[in-house]
């Protein structure tokens, strides 16, 4: 036997991202042709891992237009099979939440396990409660987003499904679930996920397909984990990795042949530029700068898209003297976006120093790092050593609590002279 069936999650519908309303708009517009696509494929059934909403408190257009793609699914006979995901579970003190109202409308079957007398309950779903559903010879296990507490739920699922395969083993089974696993993100030394593949491993002779959500990007692995990632993306970093659709077809039999494809849909682009900043030493050389790289640009885009900007490296002038709105301005200019950030994230130069050499003594070391700070800053380049001279005269007299007249009047004497020799040098060259 043949069953086809279409695997969606994390859809976040009524995020209005930016604060733009033509992103809210663009999240329903991409689930919407990810619909018309199903319908045209004419699937078994579709499955969504989670977090159909941004948040568990929705606005009335936001569950109007929900009700209206799921209401298109129903009316061709398409079973919509959903669990909870972390972004739309009722608060704490509150049993249901709007997906709860969808399974009352006969929009969604909500699968959703619960643990009575510290023992998780798994019950075949009618009148909108249970934990499986069986759609012909395939049996749909469900269990929402639990964070911390997934290793134990999916441990306790294990033994449930232990005891109801004892008796009868459905020919094809999926579990859908709202989780993390290890390897699907690439995470810091020491980051806790929510599931290890040891953990899973007890599932695989009970489950056939296990249909995740919860992470945005897509994954496949051993043909038998599938995370199909966001449709839009939540943030520029997921925008490196676009989610999509997995159209699934299986063939069953033992073993199983299944066969995956990952649709992804046209969407809003997201760009990301940056600009090394740190051979520029006055701010009208990094707008030329910019403005070069940004005729440089050719790429055309079918509608405005988002844009990061990140000035990077080290910055030679004081970040004050940076007009960011000059920036903003002349990348606003050139690829007209829907919305636009820039980020200053060089580091002043002055901030950096390189570390002097053990064998100095604390003269020179001070000499020398007070030397390269001033190697930084434009005002004081071609004079440093001079200039970390006077610092250092300056810092002895404070030391041998000289007065401060004495410390301004010298400070003074210190320094006409070197401007003056520096504007006969001037002079000099110029001749």
Known sequence: MRVRFAH????????????SPERYRDFFQTFHRAVSDILKERVDFVLIAGDLFHQRVISPMTL????????????????????????EQPHYRQDHSWLDFLAAQDLLILLRPHYQDE??????????????????????????????????VF???????????AERRPPFTVLLAHAEVEGMLVRGAGTRVSLTHYQLAPLRPHIDYLALGHVHKPVQQDDWLFNPGALEPNSFDESQHPGGVFFVEVEIGRPHAVRAEHRRYARRPF????????????????YEALRRQLQADAEQFPMPPAVEYSLDGLLHFPSSALQMDIVT?????????????????????EYVVHAPAEHLSRAEMEQQVIQELLQRDGRFQRNAEQWAGIFRELKEQIL????????????????????NTGLAEDVHHAG
Do not use: C, W
């Not at 109007?64 to 972004?87: C, S, T």
């Open 64 to 87: 109007i237009l929900a009700q209206r793609e799921l209401q298109r699914l129903k009316e061709a006979g398409i079973p919509v099979v959903g669990v909870m995901g972390n972004h």
């Open 155 to 165: 441990a306790d699922l294990v033994g449930r499904l232990e005891e109801l395969h």
């Open 119 to 152: 023992k998780l309950v798994l019950q075949h779903y009618q009148e909108g409660l249970g934990g499986y559903v069986d759609l012909g010879d395939v049996r749909i296990y469900g269990t929402g987003y639990h964070g911390a507490a997934a290793p134990r």
């Open 329 to 349: 301005e002349l990348i606003q200019q050139h690829y007209q976006p829907l919305v636009s950030q820039v980020h200053l994230r060089a580091m002043p130069a």
């Open 271 to 286: 760009v990301r530029r940056r600009l090394d900043v740190t051979p520029f030493q006055t701010p009208e050389e990094l």
């Open 400 to 419: 041998e609590r000289q007065s401060a007249e004495e410390i301004v009047q010298q400070l003074r004497r210190s320094a006409s002279s070197l401007l």
């Open 8 to 19: 969606l999650a994390d859809l976040h519908l009524g995020y209005e991202q930016y604060h």
